[in-house]
């Protein structure tokens, strides 16, 4: 048989999953190497809250075993925007799903917000069994008929509205193979190109989770809890609780994406018994045989090729044989072979799943083919007399071993067999070798945030961790993965490193040096890029950044090709001179010829760094030479025109009478009334700061003179004095040099040094603009106070040094919202260029920037990593019940589906009723009965076979209670704004409400209704409170867009209530302040 082709292959690229004694798939991976069987052994304290009877604790058929899942009753429902109310009400199946849904999509290194595909989601849940112990008689009726999460139907569309997933949302529901049947279905989604990537899974929760069964000799239940797969002495599975998902993509495009691939499905089929076998519940040897020989037609693959199968094993003695018999048919079709083909079943490590069974069976064998090991399977000894496994192709494997091949892959097939027929087997094979590319930049930067800052420390404590545990991973792919894999939440943190050694010390450390960390209440944050003037310059500035940076290295080579003819040399050398020229090179670098040439170069390509990056500016200012750089950037000159422009200009300088200019710590007034005619201020800076121009002789004078006043001043790095008289004689020839220039109005707007104002069309196009501009004064300290009162943004100075950087935030305050950063390192500051430019990269990232990471690796080809997921901050969630003994001592009806034998029982506990697969025939037997007052109804179809009990007085009798407390139980969460308290009767009153509906023990005034976990639902219940304390018509629609905080509710009630009050009668008015 031939092997599929890529086309039809279907890659694993992240799993989450819970189970019994595991929180993650590693723990759980680990317990199955260990041989750990997962199945707590319960005492009569551990059942004290079920108020069983004596006597049913002492029954011998009474089961004290059950695989329990931890921490069912917590979730991080702030994470996911629940109020506290509304998360006591979720089914947990619910809970834990979103939370695996979205561990498992960061697993793989996706962000839905930021991926542009379409997400598809498959998977089904249990019975809520929570909502029948533990809410229906003790929530208000009217809060469970508004609640959608009770019901099973809205597992996947759930999940799809809270991560905004916009494929596909399908809810499955085939029982024991309802979760390999979603996967099966996922991946036909995926070739049919109906999504890009698809989710994949099932929950089964059982509440109470303490609790045991009864077990009836014949019955698919174990008598001793011990789950015993193909063995002699299989006598029945046990039920437990837990959830896994897996996401998938089409293995094209994962190799594509370079994504990190678990496994790879080959193919799998799906199929149903029919009616010829037994009866409903019976396995079929031939719908399971010829479910195994579609999927391996499907995959391509040979049945000689698979080493492994993981089986549906539940350890009945009727399922077993079954089960292998139809294995060995279907092999049989290929192969004549004994013995090859290893098998083994998760459900004695973790019980039966129930709906999240095949899950679990296919994340066991993704990791045994990701470690190639054979997994052992427990409680093995002496195999089941009804199996004749000598003559079949399999054994039982009960070791942890090699897992060996002969030039092959490693290929493992998954069984799945639903109670009622639905039948599913996948076929897996080894995700294929990747090779690494190794170059990368010498510095990574490191991305966490989180939702409240002490998430952010647990994330970065796990991030320790993995580095502590593997310190040979890839360094550059962990950062990308951080940075395309992870939303970027408010609490944010970066740190640059070299090494992952480094990168353990420094978050060990947290030195501040080295770690920066913000709460960023802004995103999509504007920048503003300033591009400084001569005086900056320096030899090797941004030399590493043209060694390592591809994109800036371009466009320097650009632009020095164009200049070269127009300036005689190759401004490289002068840039980035060699050791033994550095000396010349510093000195043409004070030439303004080649100076300003120089520092439009290094500018620009850094500009045009910071754009390929998605770093783009709202608006720009330049300071002198600057200001053609912005010119260039916004459009105004082509690349050719403007290199020409400043090459011309700085020659025509250089033909100049020398001069010098002098910085000055004083204001505009006080300068003027200290200089001579002969010094001009050349530019306003700020309030305190200007820089003149003049002779060397009247600067040396001036120098003198402030010094002696001991007013702080200094020289600047320039040879002539700019924007002064001295540039006089040559504005004219200046002017000329445009004659054949286009220029062109901006597209980005930028400040003119000119005005101190917003640049104009008439202006910028204008030859006489550009002479006037390198004569006149420049107006700094006007121009950044035009772009500070009109921006909160990032201040970027694009060019070497902090000139302007420092000139900036002497206009802040500490409460300023803007932030101010430099892109290259100070010629005093002896650090990396990559490494400084990196950590303001970061900075960006910190206040809000957003980043295009795919052009800041266009020339690398990263891998994602699966790495750790976010840290949910889980609170305890939960409406407890007690179970009454309330004459609950009857004689019950047991049905049971094989034997439908009556056995009289006494039970102290009431479990209400989930309707069984074979509800029409058991309800039949039901109604011919005497009217017993409770039935207990035992099926396979019974939820994890515990006995319910349908107690049918209470259905018929009994009313729903509003037992639950209704006061506010959590703690206000963390949020953008602080806690304002009420100030009047009437906000103390809305408050109140607030605080009932939402659960939320303090909630201010200008807190924010969708903060605090609010939605359509809840605005409901909220909106009708209000109406019943207020007589008035207040919409609903002004909720959820106008009134989101109380503040603004309690403006527009009391307008309403003023308005209201002309009509009402003295004894309603009387009332109305009474009720208030």
């Known amino acids: 048989m031939q092997e599929s082709t890529v086309n039809l292959d279907i890659a694993i690229v992240g799993m989450s999953g819970r189970f019994p004694g595991a929180n993650n798939i590693e723990e759980f991976w680990q317990n199955i190497q260990n041989k750990v069987e997962s199945i707590s052994f319960l005492s009569n304290d551990d059942l004290a809250d079920l108020n069983l009877d004596a006597e049913v604790l002492n029954d011998p058929n009474y089961v004290k075993a059950a695989p329990i899942l931890p921490d069912i009753e917590h979730f991080d429902a702030r994470f996911f925007g629940y109020s506290p109310k509304e998360a006591e009400l979720i089914d947990p199946q619910h809970r834990l799903f979103i939370e695996c849904a979205w561990e498992a999509l960061e697993n793989a290194g996706y962000d839905p917000e930021t991926y542009n595909g379409l997400i598809g989601v498959y998977g089904g849940v249990s019975t809520n069994t929570y909502f029948f112990n533990n809410i229906y008689n003790n929530v208000n009726s009217r809060v469970i008929a508004n609640n959608y999460t009770f019901n099973k139907d809205f597992l996947t569309t759930n999940v799809s509205y809270k991560l905004n997933l916009t494929g596909p949302s399908i809810g499955v529901q085939t029982y024991c193979s309802t979760s ?54 299989a006598q029945g599975t046990i039920f437990g609780s837990g959830l896994g998902i897996v996401v998938l993509k089409r293995l094209q495009d994962a190799i594509a994406d370079k994504d990190y691939i678990h496994a790879v499905v080959k193919g799998s089929a799906i199929n149903n018994d029919g009616s010829l076998k037994v009866s409903y519940a019976a396995p079929s040897v031939n719908g399971q045989a010829e479910v195994i020989v579609e999927a391996l037609a ?47 079943s998760v459900k004695p490590n973790i019980g039966h799943l129930d709906i999240a069974a095949g899950i679990a069976s296919l994340i066991k064998t993704v990791q045994a083919l990701k470690y190639q090991k054979l997994p052992p399977s427990i409680n093995f000894e002496v195999p089941n007399p009804e199996i004749d496994f000598k003559n079949s192709p399999f054994y039982v494997n009960t070791q942890l071993t090699d897992w060996k091949t002969h030039n092959s892959p490693r290929r493992a097939g998954i069984s799945s067999l639903g109670f009622g027929g639905t039948n599913a087997h996948v076929i897996l094979e080894e995700a294929p070798q990747v090779k690494y590319f190794d170059k990368s930049r010498p510095w990574q930067l490191i991305l966490l945030s989180a939702k409240t800052s002490t998430a952010l420390e647990s994330a970065t404590a796990n991030l320790l961790a993995y580095f ?14 951080l940075q395309v894999g992870r939303r970027a939440f408010n609490h944010r943190r970066i740190l640059v490193c070299q090494k992952v050694e480094d990168a353990v010390t420094v978050l060990k450390t947290q030195q501040s040096e080295r770690t920066f960390t913000v709460y960023q209440e802004h995103r999509d944050k504007p920048v503003i890029f300033m591009f400084s003037g001569q005086g900056s310059q320096y030899a090797n500035m941004g030399r590493e950044l043209y060694e390592v940076e591809a994109t800036f290295r371009k466009h320097v080579d650009n632009c020095a090709g164009i200049l070269q003819p127009h300036l005689g040399v190759d ?153 002064s008289q001295m540039m006089s004689p040559i504005l004219e020839k200046f002017e000329q040099c445009f004659q054949k220039i286009k220029l ?77 950063l430099t892109s290259l390192p100070h010629v005093q500051e002896q650090k990396s260029d990559v490494n400084f430019l990196l950590e303001t990269l970061g900075k960006l990232w910190l206040f809000g920037v957003n980043i295009d990471w795919s052009g800041f690796y266009t020339h690398e080809q990263r891998h994602r990593l699966p790495l750790p997921t976010y840290p949910f901050e889980r ?41 069984p697969t074979e509800a029409i025939e058991a309800f039949k037997k039901i109604l011919s009965l005497e009217q017993p007052t409770q039935i207990i109804i035992s099926t396979v179809d019974n939820q994890a076979g515990q006995n319910y009990v349908f107690h049918l007085d209470y259905f018929k009798n009994s009313q729903p209670t509003n037992q639950l407390d209704s006061s506010p139980r959590y703690s206000r969460p963390q949020l953008s704004n602080p806690y304002i308290a009420p100030t009047n009767e009437l906000e103390k009153q809305i408050i109140q409400i607030w605080q009932e509906v939402l659960g939320i023990t303090e909630v201010g005034i200008y807190d924010n209704f969708y903060e605090l976990g609010g939605d359509s639902l809840i605005a409901t219940q909220l909106i009708s409170r209000l109406r019943a304390k207020f007589p008035i018509d207040l919409a609903l629609r002004d909720l959820l867009s106008q009134a989101t905080i109380p503040a603004k509710q309690a403006e527009m009630i009391e307008q309403l209530l003023l308005e209201k009050i002309e009509e009402l009668s003295e004894e309603e008015i009387e009332a109305l302040l009474a009720n208030q």
């Not at 979603?182 to 036909?188: E, S, T, V």
């Not at 490289?572 to 520092?599: G, N, V, Y």
């Not at 943004?793 to 950087?805: H, K, N, Q, Y």
Request: aromatic share 8%.
């Open 180 to 233: 390999l049947v979603a996967l099966h279905l996922a991946c036909k989604s995926l070739l049919d190109e109906e999504c890009d990537i698809a989710l994949a899974g099932g929950v089964t929760i059982i509440v109470p989770q303490k609790s045991g069964y009864y077990y009836e000799q014949d019955g698919i239940l174990s008598p001793d809890g011990h789950c015993r797969a193909f063995d002699a002495k």
């Open 298 to 344: 499907i995959a391509g693959i040979d049945a000689d090729d698979i080493s492994y199968i993981e089986t549906h094993g539940t350890g009945t003695a009727a399922g077993d044989p079954v089960e292998i018999a139809a294995l060995t048919k279907a092999f049989r079709a290929f192969t004549s072979r004994n013995n090859f083909c290893a098998i083994g």
């Open 468 to 481: 502590q545990q593997n310190p040979e991973v890839n360094l550059a792919n962990v950062a990308y993965t």
């Open 571 to 723: 401004i490289r050398d002068l840039l980035f001179p060699k050791s033994a020229e550095i000396t010349a090179a510093k000195e043409k670098l004070q030439q303004t010829a080649f100076t300003q040439p120089a520092l439009f170069v290094i500018e620009y390509a850094l500009a045009k760094l910071f754009m390929s990056w998605g770093v783009l500016p709202a608006a720009m200012i330049g300071h002198s030479i600057g200001e053609y750089v912005a010119a260039a950037i916004a459009g105004v000159f082509s690349l050719e025109d403007v290199l020409f422009i400043v090459a011309k200009r700085g020659q025509l300088m250089q033909q100049l009478p020398p001069g010098n200019m002098l910085a000055i710590k004083l204001g505009e007034k006080e300068v003027q009334s200290l200089i001579s005619e002969s010094v001009e201020i050349a530019a306003i800076n700020s309030p305190s700061s200007c820089v003149v121009s003049g002779t060397k002789e009247a600067i040396a004078i001036l120098e003198n003179q402030l010094s002696s006043q001991k007013i702080e001043c200094r020289l600047l790095h320039t040879s002539h004095a700019f924007h």
């Open 744 to 820: 062109n109005p901006p597209r980005i707007p930028f400040i003119s040094n000119v005005t101190g104002n917003w640049i104009t069309d008439s202006q910028v196009t204008n030859p006489n603009y550009w002479s006037q501009h390198l004569r006149e004064t420049v107006k700094f300290f006007d121009g950044i106070n035009q772009l500070l009162n009109q921006f909160e943004a990032v201040f970027l100075e694009v060019g070497p040094g902090r000139t302007l950087s420092t000139l900036t935030k002497q206009h802040l305050d500490i409460n300023a919202k803007q932030n101010v």
């Open 875 to 915: 609170e305890r969630y939960w409406i407890d019940t007690k179970f009454s003994s309330n004459s609950l001592n009857t004689k019950l009806t047991t049905l049971n589906s094989t034997q439908e034998s009556k056995i009289l029982e006494k039970v102290s506990g009431l479990e209400l009723a989930i309707t």
